[in-house]
């Protein structure tokens, strides 16, 4: 219990880039839906590219907020809470990898092509909490694992949901790339 506290702290101080990309992104869904249907996959293709390069300025915010983290942290809460670096670089990282994938699961969600995302979903739940809890009481002694576990869970399907764009995009996608 006395681990949540940091642990929430961190989480909602570097959440706030991720709500600030939701928003950003959050209009595309339904773009990439009406331009899925008009098959306008030029348009689908440099706003994919344009996200991305906007998305570089999360994972750069994010070392920045991580610099001012400490003192940032001081003014919220007080000296009475101390965040360690770790759960702090553990969100860096968490944020950027789920930003990131979040322009992909945008584009194949808005054009309903889950059964991937929903499969590669299942088996993360069951690989997430037992890797959570081996890092958390092998590696990290704390909350950091869950923060490890989660980034790691989701990094390794970003190849998948790239290579699942791709192929749609291409026209190549057959069988669970297209459903």
């Known amino acids: 219990p006395a681990e949540v506290v940091p642990y929430n702290i961190s989480y909602k101080y570097f959440s706030i880039l991720i709500i600030v990309f939701s928003v950003l992104i959050t209009p595309f869904w339904s773009s990439f839906t009406e331009a899925y249907e008009k098959k306008d996959f030029l348009w689908i293709?440099?706003?994919?590219?344009?996200?991305q390069k906007i998305w570089l300025l999360v994972p750069i915010i994010s070392l920045i907020m991580y610099l001012i983290s400490n003192w940032f942290f001081k003014i919220w809460v007080g000296n009475d809470i101390f965040v360690p670096a770790s759960i702090s670089i553990g969100m860096v990282i968490y944020v950027?990898?789920?930003?990131?994938g979040s322009i992909y699961s945008y584009f194949l969600n808005g054009i309903g092509v889950i059964l991937l995302q929903l499969i590669i979903s299942i088996i993360i739940v069951f690989v997430n909490i037992p890797l959570s809890i081996f890092l958390s009481k092998n590696v990290f002694n704390g909350p950091e694992g869950v923060i490890f576990a989660t980034s790691i869970c989701m990094f390794f399907p970003l190849f998948l949901w790239f290579l699942q764009v791709k192929k749609i995009l291409n026209f190549s996608a057959?069988?669970?790339?297209?459903k």
């Open 96 to 100: 950027s990898i789920n930003t990131f």
């Open 45 to 51: 293709t440099k706003s994919i590219k344009s996200l």
């Open 174 to 178: 057959k069988g669970i790339w297209i």
